[in-house]
């Protein structure tokens, strides 16, 4: 049995990304909940409470950059690139955590609305637009390749149009007097971070639980091995996620020439990386002993 390792490594530069975005999503969840509290307005807190459950994120997916890192001992062998994928899971439920707070405050606010003063709502949302928007931008290069970080694009792309949706409901409240407009903006918060969230949620649980990766498909992997030259077959086919840029497999390969294995081996590993797979674990198998396995 032969192992192919081959690590793709977290993203380092996105790392000074991270940084900046917390200080500045941490600057804003200040001046947010400050303004929220001050003018008493729901929408304003709700945000920024949703804000500061994505600091918290960004926080969370800079240390399962560091986790990714540590390297495999003789009590954890892949390292603790596994945690990679818990951190995903548990930024996920943090946010639905966050979405049935929100809901709560809102059936609240409409049995007792306040006034709000809708010119300072719009104004704070504003600058949340620009932050927010700016960390988006930032993290979109990134997002294609790892879990951990398109759920950090996807949160700061629903901020942004969360914080735009503040911003009407300010000037909605400014012009109309409409004071109701604010825990129905913060009721479509919770649907757009719920939405945004649950693909998140749904990848995470996937892979916790060792499920095959978005974008790897079973079947596909099972011809492109077939394809090859001198395979017969093959069988016991598993695939993992062992981090969320990493997914191994292991599977028996069934050949006609015990003698051409290294050759094919190295075909196969060449090409199963070329499909996401970077970490292979191959068992050469002739067509007598497969069928001695198989009790025929």
Request: with cysteine; charged share 15%; net charge negative.
């Amino acid at each position: 049995m032969e192992h192919h390792h081959h690590h793709t490594a977290p993203a380092q530069s996105l790392n000074g990304i991270f940084i900046l975005s917390i200080i500045l999503n941490g600057l804003f969840v200040l001046i947010e909940a400050g303004v929220g509290l001050w003018q008493n307005s729901l929408s304003l807190l709700s945000d920024a409470g949703h804000n500061l459950s994505d600091v918290f994120s960004l926080v969370l997916v800079l240390i399962a950059f560091r986790l990714a890192k540590v390297q495999r001992n003789e009590h954890f062998t892949y390292g603790y690139r596994k945690s990679t994928i818990l951190i995903s899971l548990l930024n996920a439920v943090i946010l639905l955590v966050a979405v049935g707070a929100i809901v709560i405050e809102s059936i609240h606010k409409f049995s007792e609305p306040t006034e709000v003063n809708g010119i300072a709502v719009s104004w704070t949302a504003g600058v949340g637009i620009l932050i927010n928007g700016a960390t988006a931008l930032l993290l979109m290069r990134g997002q294609k390749s790892d879990l951990n970080v398109r759920g950090a694009f996807l949160h700061m792309a629903a901020d942004t149009l969360v914080s735009v949706g503040v911003v009407i409901s300010g000037i909605v409240i400014h012009y109309t007097g409409w004071t109701v407009i604010d825990p129905i903006v913060s009721l479509i918060i919770a649907v757009v971070i719920l939405i945004s969230t649950w693909e998140l949620l749904s990848d995470s649980l996937r892979l916790a639980v060792d499920g095959i990766p978005d974008g790897v498909e079973l079947q596909e992997i099972e011809q492109l091995i077939k394809a090859s030259a001198h395979v017969m077959s093959t069988h016991h086919i598993h695939v993992w996620a062992i981090s969320t840029t990493e997914t191994a497999l292991t599977a028996h390969i069934v050949i006609d020439d015990l003698s051409c294995w290294p050759h094919v081996s190295e075909h196969l590993k060449h090409t199963l990386a070329e499909h996401g797979i970077s970490h292979a674990t191959l068992e050469p198998e002739t067509a007598d002993s497969h069928c001695h396995n198989q009790d025929c």
